[in-house]
């Protein structure tokens, strides 16, 4: 059950009401444009009461209101969940930004749960309200976009076939030790030490020993690997038919046997990847690695980059407009070019704006003929993309010269401190969620705390004017 949206206010709130106590002015705009907002409160309600059979009974839990809030206060302050549960209950400005006023508030892992209700679809769609909103008040008009790539990364360690496979025996093993403590488990053999001391012995050698030892060693930690699988599927089929056990053991039994089962499912792609590389010497696709067990939905980016060759997690999409509302994100798959959004951006911008922007600025990896060939005829005046390799002819440079055009590229570079921002500021750089769904959850809610935090600069900033000129 939620609370009621509006609880009724105690009698110390409103002691602290007639004390005059106020918010910053920045928490006090976003709070302001959400109360003037409805549809933002109710997009969330939506998600929250979603799969619930009898939503007006069992015990209260957080209203939309709380949700949202909340939601923007962790992201823009950068909180993890217990330090937003404590500033929360222990500021009485905060209490009010979120609504909690003189309730309790509740611990750190009932916000866990209630921002994981919310879907990817449902923040895409509050932030594409909020830029609704901000171009009906008049703070952008879309004449200007500039988009960027950049790569969030996903929580694991740096992925080796030594280390994946001894992840794969010592997750399996744990569970099967667990399962053992509820029913019978009889055939499965603790290989955990024996994989440990082959996975040190890997990361230890030299260069010169990798050429003579690491095959042998490989053989011998991929063939316990496969043992400790074939011997969970066999722990499987024994537990299949449990008898004799209570409803509550039963659902604890059926629960690490879907585990087991999809980390055994995980090892054995996790084996056939390590014998094809490391035995076979074949050259695996990308498409085809998998990078963690407990991420397996991490991708490989390779952007040239010369302090960090090589990212695991997933390549993002932002595109941002002259006041810096980020009018478009989305968490791409695998690692496909920059080249290919140009297109599908000024298309969404369109849909958004009504009108085609004047400049659409991007760096060197976003062009190709087509790209802007493309801008010109769908009516960008000012295309500002750089040449990608060498064979400029002298109209390409002279146009790259211009003041025009240097001028776009400067405005090109302020999406690379926005990234910033959002990777120092609102926690972007390294997503902590475990899961893809998660993941896109929490890109999604920087990007939400950006723009609410810019409207209300805007909006502050408007009413200021106002004053000043009355």
Not at 113 to 120: H, I, S
Not at 161 to 173: A, E, H, N, S
Not at 338 to 349: A, I, N, T
């Amino acid at each position: 059950m939620t609370r009621a949206r509006n609880p009724q206010l105690s009698f110390a709130d409103l002691e602290f009401l007639a004390q005059g106590v106020k918010l910053d002015p920045l928490l006090r705009a976003i709070a302001d444009f959400i109360d003037e907002h409805a549809q933002l409160v109710e997009m969330v309600q939506r998600d929250l009461l979603r799969g619930l059979k009898r939503p007006d009974t069992g015990r209260n839990g957080l209203t939309a209101q709380e949700v949202l809030r909340s939601l923007t206060l962790m992201r823009v302050k950068n909180w993890d969940y217990r330090e937003l549960r404590e500033r929360i209950a222990d500021g009485y400005t905060l209490r009010c930004f979120t609504q909690f006023n003189s309730k309790p508030v509740p611990g750190h892992d009932a916000f866990n749960r209630a921002f994981n209700r919310l879907r990817p679809l449902t923040l895409e769609a509050i932030n594409q309200s909020v830029l609704q909103a901000a171009v009906a008040l008049g703070l952008e008009d879309g004449n200007k976009l500039r988009a960027d790539t950049t790569v969030v990364e996903t929580d694991i360690h740096h992925p080796t076939d030594g280390t994946l496979l001894w992840d794969v025996v010592r997750v399996i093993t744990r569970l099967v030790k667990r399962l053992g403590k509820l029913v019978p488990v009889h055939g499965f053999a603790n290989r955990t030490r024996c994989t440990r001391r082959r996975m040190q012995e890997l990361q230890r050698m030299t260069a010169r020993q990798r050429l003579e030892q690491q095959l042998p060693k490989y053989r011998e930690l991929i063939h316990v690997t496969h043992e400790v699988i074939q011997n969970a599927r066999a722990v499987l089929g024994q537990t299949r038919h449990s008898r004799g056990i209570d409803f509550m053991t039963e659902a604890l039994v059926i629960g690490l046997r879907q585990e087991i089962q999809h980390y055994c499912a995980l090892g054995g792609r996790v084996v056939d990847q390590a014998r094809r590389r490391v035995l076979n010497g074949e050259q695996v696709p990308n498409e085809e690695k998998i990078y963690s067990i407990f991420e397996p939905h991490t991708d490989l980016i390779k952007r040239g980059k010369v302090l960090k060759a090589v990212e695991f997690g997933h390549k993002v999409f932002l595109a941002e407009s002259a006041c810096g509302l980020i009018t478009q994100y989305r968490v791409l798959d695998g690692n496909p070019p920059d080249k290919v959004q140009v297109r599908r951006s000024v298309e969404r911008h369109k849909e958004l704006f009504g009108r085609i922007p004047e400049v659409y600025s991007s760096d060197r990896a976003f062009f190709s003929e087509e790209n802007i060939k493309y801008c010109q005829d769908a009516g960008v005046s000012l295309p500002c993309i750089p040449h990608a390799g060498g064979g400029r002819n002298p109209a390409q440079t002279a146009h790259e010269k211009s003041p025009a055009f240097k001028n776009a590229q400067r405005f090109r570079a302020g999406i690379e401190g926005r990234i910033s921002v959002l990777f120092r500021g609102r926690g972007m750089k390294r997503c902590l969620a475990e899961g893809r769904e998660r993941f896109e959850l929490l890109v999604g809610a920087a990007v939400l705390a950006n723009n609410l935090l810019v409207i209300a600069r805007l909006l502050t900033e408007k009413r200021h004017h106002r004053r000043i000129a009355a």
